[in-house]
């Protein structure tokens, strides 16, 4: 299988332990990941704040340079989703039928990193050790977009050493949202002084979640309230090895 990862401008620009972390779990479980040097922004941005025709030079370049792989990976639930979701729409609404069918070639085979190991290689346990007490956040877009369900659950559950410990109202946004925290700035601020709460509620000392945008604002948060719970992106969680043996 011909795997490519797609790392996301997001965690290439301020997250690349994510993206190492990704490759690291699918080496140790006999795969070998390839990073097309040619990837680039998905046009979530673009698309979001309402300049679609700008974004679909970037489908294109996505559907281009991902196109001979068997499988593309992303630990991004918020790009998996624009990418799979709304690049059809943008090659329906303005691209040529070619981009439309290449479009809908590729779409069947990008994943995002948590439904790749537990629908296509069919594992939970990869072999990850991380002695902590550990709170996930359903992003918006894996628990209503992607609809991952337990999947985060059930692999950090097969983490050795790990308390999985439950957040109150887990499925509330944490006020993120892209551009919606500069546009919204006091609505998403109250959004995420609750999130906070919740997640000291819980009593845990790391908090993840599979995008490492929501992970940036609510630990952006906590910091200012001088909080030492740390987040970290749930494919590093799974990486881990601490403590173990050699």
Same mark, same amino acid.
């Given at each position: 299988? #011909? !795997?490519?990862?797609?790392?996301?401008?997001?965690?290439?620009?301020?997250?690349?332990?994510? $993206?190492?972390?990704?490759?690291?779990?699918?080496?140790?479980?006999?795969?070998?990941?390839?990073?097309? =040097?040619? =990837?680039?922004?998905? +046009? =979530?941005?673009?698309?979001?704040?309402?300049?679609?025709?700008?974004?679909?030079?970037?489908?294109?370049?996505?559907?281009?340079?991902?196109?001979?792989?068997?499988?593309?990976?992303?630990?991004?639930?918020?790009?998996?989703?624009? /990418? #799979?979701?709304? @690049?059809? /729409?943008?090659?329906?609404?303005? $691209?040529?039928?070619?981009?439309?069918?290449?479009?809908?070639?590729?779409?069947?085979?990008?994943?995002?990193?948590?439904?790749? &190991?537990?629908?296509?290689?069919?594992?939970?346990?990869? $072999?990850?050790?991380?002695?902590?007490? /550990?709170?996930?956040?359903?992003?918006?877009?894996? *628990?209503?977009?992607?609809?991952? +369900?337990?999947?985060?659950?059930?692999? &950090?559950?097969?983490?050795?050493? *790990?308390?999985?410990?439950? !957040?109150?109202?887990?499925?509330?946004?944490? $006020?993120?949202? +892209?551009?919606?925290?500069?546009?919204?700035?006091?609505?998403?601020?109250?959004?995420?002084?609750?999130?906070?709460?919740?997640?000291?509620?819980?009593?845990?000392?790391?908090?993840?979640?599979?995008?490492?945008?929501?992970?940036?604002? !609510? +630990?952006?948060?906590?910091? #200012?309230?001088?909080?030492?719970?740390?987040?970290? @992106?749930?494919?590093? !969680?799974?990486?881990?090895?601490?403590?173990?043996?050699?």
């Amino acid at each position: 299988m #011909r !795997i490519a990862l797609f790392v996301t401008c997001f965690n290439d620009t301020m997250f690349p332990d994510t $993206g190492r972390a990704v490759v690291s779990v699918l080496e140790r479980l006999g795969h070998t990941v390839d990073f097309p =040097q040619e =990837q680039t922004c998905c +046009g =979530q941005m673009h698309f979001n704040t309402g300049y679609r025709p700008d974004a679909v030079p970037l489908v294109e370049r996505f559907a281009r340079t991902f196109a001979s792989y068997d499988a593309v990976v992303t630990p991004s639930a918020s790009c998996a989703g624009m /990418v #799979r979701e709304n @690049h059809p /729409v943008l090659a329906e609404d303005y $691209g040529p039928a070619a981009l439309q069918r290449q479009v809908a070639e590729l779409m069947p085979r990008v994943y995002e990193f948590t439904e790749f &190991l537990t629908d296509v290689l069919d594992v939970t346990d990869v $072999g990850a050790r991380y002695p902590h007490k /550990v709170a996930y956040h359903p992003t918006c877009h894996s *628990l209503r977009g992607l609809r991952l +369900g337990d999947r985060p659950e059930r692999l &950090l559950r097969a983490v050795k050493g *790990l308390d999985l410990v439950d !957040i109150p109202a887990a499925d509330s946004c944490c $006020g993120f949202g +892209g551009t919606f925290a500069v546009k919204n700035a006091d609505t998403s601020a109250a959004m995420l002084a609750d999130k906070n709460a919740a997640v000291l509620d819980s009593g845990a000392e790391v908090l993840c979640a599979a995008d490492n945008s929501c992970l940036m604002h !609510i +630990g952006g948060g906590l910091s #200012r309230q001088g909080s030492v719970v740390r987040t970290v @992106h749930l494919a590093e !969680i799974l990486a881990a090895t601490e403590g173990a043996t050699q």
